[in-house]
């Protein structure tokens, strides 16, 4: 069975630092993207940053230059360094693995940046 689980979120200030991690666990195979959303109260869930299955990374344009997205491989691992956080940046953060018959999900993650 297929699980992802979070750590990382927290309150911060603005203009601080957060870095999330999202551990996947279970066989998966044919893998299209990974990657983190968010949810901010009453907003849709959206894309923050993603690598794709050619290993490029695609990034909302409210967070380049400032979140990146890495990952390790020999761990199942996939984290977002979150710099310069903003207000506007507090959301839920949840991890996503995209396969080409199901699409994964962590429990999520309360980021919240106060002002």
């Known amino acids: 069975q297929v699980q992802l689980v979070e750590s990382g979120g927290g309150l911060v200030q603005a203009g601080g630092s957060l870095r999330l991690s999202c551990a996947a666990s279970?066989?998966?195979?044919?893998?299209?993207?990974m990657g983190w959303y968010r949810q901010a109260p009453g907003k849709q869930r959206e894309l923050v940053a993603r690598f794709t299955s050619d290993g490029s990374t695609n990034y909302a344009d409210s967070v380049k230059g400032r979140f990146t997205i890495s990952r390790n491989n020999a761990k199942n691992t996939v984290y977002l360094q979150m710099n310069s956080l903003k207000p506007e940046d507090t959301a839920v953060y949840y991890c996503?693995?995209?396969?080409?018959?199901?699409?994964?999900w962590g429990q999520g993650t309360q980021v919240t940046v106060s002002s």
């Open positions: 279970g066989s998966i195979l044919s893998i299209n993207a």
């Open positions: 996503q693995i995209a396969t080409i018959w199901y699409d994964y």
